[in-house]
């Protein structure tokens, strides 16, 4: 490899959430400009970076499968894929979360790890990594001492305000507007992998997004671990959204993931009267019973949950409401169960993320509470939650056969369905309709004629 004229080819890999997809393009423009070339595929890299999510323990195995298939692959007495030795880096939550068991075992091989602040020091981390010998694991130095080659620090500070991503054309563009959670619901890893809140300030975010424009993307959506609790110079998200929203070029705005404790009478009447903010609130309620939403530590009762999604619905009616359950959270009880049962029916989400409790190394939850429900009740509480979901995602969606949205087309038609183009109406609906002369970016005004529990289906009016 010659680290000097030519750079390494890297090929990224991105698992998990938006923000790991905003990372990766952050990632991309820090190793373009410094002159490393970004390939298509892992045949042609010398360099593997995957960008590694620790949200579940199904995500893991994953990216340990993957690390696995890419040494193989590329061990010339293997033969396999790229016949050639190349540097795998671990990038992401997992590289902070799992320092200790990525580069002490010895099974993984992997030659460094970059935590989700360090980005920038990419460069130097290859380099580094380049010119020494992996033993199993372990980094040694041509002559020097064994040492290992990573950089998990996490900052206090916004770190990327200075670097525009390197995205792909589109109509969606994601934005970071702020990082880290301090929060500390108990059972999640976020605040140790990405550290305390940091937000940017509003002029800064504007002007990327005044860039994103003259690009000509149409939307973005706003990112943050905890987007709503955004706070920078005295100005809070709901200023940010109004500043956001004045970019010229910019028709939709849309955010993720809020928290419920973060919404005031200012955001709500930001996202009511806003009309370039979407109709769309993504809610993660997790649980509908008390003591499991204490031993959570989600700091609201399932009475406050209800009494804000109450609120928002006659603030804006149209508002499409989803939301993130965890079933089988330690000593969940089957009437505590039945609690997100009547909370679901209640709220009557458009759509909702189910999962099943998976303990995470590090977090309060691993450390207080025994992983005690069974692997069996946590698939039946999750079969019987997608089944009432998807009952009421079908009934809510047959409501709007007839209607008539102005939707925007973000979607290429799909290989199965080649005839057909696809767009979102403000309260995030996918809408297909016969691809005609339609364009990815175009707004079109459709009225629905059919409905499944996923997508809707319509014609250009
Ligand atoms: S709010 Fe809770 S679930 Fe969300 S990132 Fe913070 S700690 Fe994790």
Avoid at 4 to 30: A, H, P, R, W
Avoid at 192 to 197: A, D, F, L, P, S
Avoid at 329 to 335: G, H, I, L, T, V
Wanted: hydrophobic content about 35%; charged content about 30%; some cysteine.
């Amino acid at each position: 490899m010659n680290n000097d004229v030519m750079k390494n080819k890297i090929f990224l890999e991105t698992y998990g959430c938006q923000m790991n997809s905003y990372d990766s393009e952050l990632v991309c423009s820090i190793l373009a400009k410094a002159n490393y070339a970004l390939v298509p595929t892992e045949d042609e890299a010398d360099v593997v970076l995957l960008n590694t999510c620790a949200i579940r323990e199904h995500a893991h195995q994953k990216v340990y499968n993957r690390i696995h298939e890419i040494k193989r692959g590329h061990n010339p007495a293997g033969g396999g894929a790229g016949g050639h030795p190349v540097i795998v880096g671990i990038l992401g939550c997992m590289a902070t979360n799992l320092r200790t068991e990525l580069l002490e075992n010895r099974k993984f091989k992997i030659d460094f790890i970059a935590g989700p602040d360090s980005y920038k020091r990419l460069p130097q981390l290859i380099d580094e990594a380049a010119k020494t010998e992996v033993r199993g694991g372990e980094v040694r130095g041509k002559g020097e001492e064994v040492r290992k080659v990573f950089d998990i620090t996490l900052s206090e500070f916004e770190t990327y305000s200075d670097v525009y991503p390197r995205r792909e054309r589109g109509v969606n563009a994601w934005l970071a507007v702020m990082r880290g959670c301090n929060n500390f619901c108990t059972f999640c890893v976020v605040p140790y992998t990405r550290g305390r809140e940091r937000s940017r300030s509003v002029e800064n975010v504007v002007e990327e997004t005044r860039r994103l424009a003259g690009e000509g993307f149409r939307q973005v959506t706003l990112l943050g671990q905890n987007v709503n609790s955004y706070f920078c110079e005295g100005a809070d998200f709901a200023d940010l959204l109004e500043a956001v929203s004045a970019v010229e070029g910019i028709v939709r705005i849309r955010f993720t993931s809020p928290h419920p404790k973060d919404f005031p009478e200012k955001l709500l009447d930001v996202v009511a009267r806003n009309p370039k903010v979407c109709k769309h609130i993504h809610l993660p309620v997790q649980s509908g019973n008390n003591r499991i939403l204490e031993l959570m530590d989600r700091t609201y009762t399932r009475e406050e949950f209800l009494a804000l999604t109450g609120k928002i619905r006659v603030q804006c009616p149209s508002i499409a409401l989803t939301t993130d359950i965890i079933v089988g959270f330690p000593s969940e009880r089957d009437e505590e169960f039945r609690d997100t049962v009547a909370l679901m029916r209640d709220v009557e989400f458009d759509s909702a993320f189910i999962f099943k409790y998976s303990q995470r190394k590090g977090t309060i939850a691993a450390r207080k509470y025994p992983d005690n429900v069974p692997e069996s009740v946590k698939t039946e509480r999750i079969v019987h939650l997608n089944e009432i979901q998807k009952a009421m995602s079908l009934k809510k969606n047959r409501a709007h056969i007839g209607a008539e949205y102005a939707i925007l087309i973000e979607e290429e038609p799909s290989e199965r369905f080649p005839e057909y183009i696809q767009g979102r109406t403000d309260g995030n609906k996918l809408v297909a309709i016969p691809k005609a002369d339609h364009a990815l970016g175009d707004f079109v005004q459709v009225r629905i004629t059919g409905a499944s529990a996923n997508t809707l289906k319509g014609v250009a009016i």
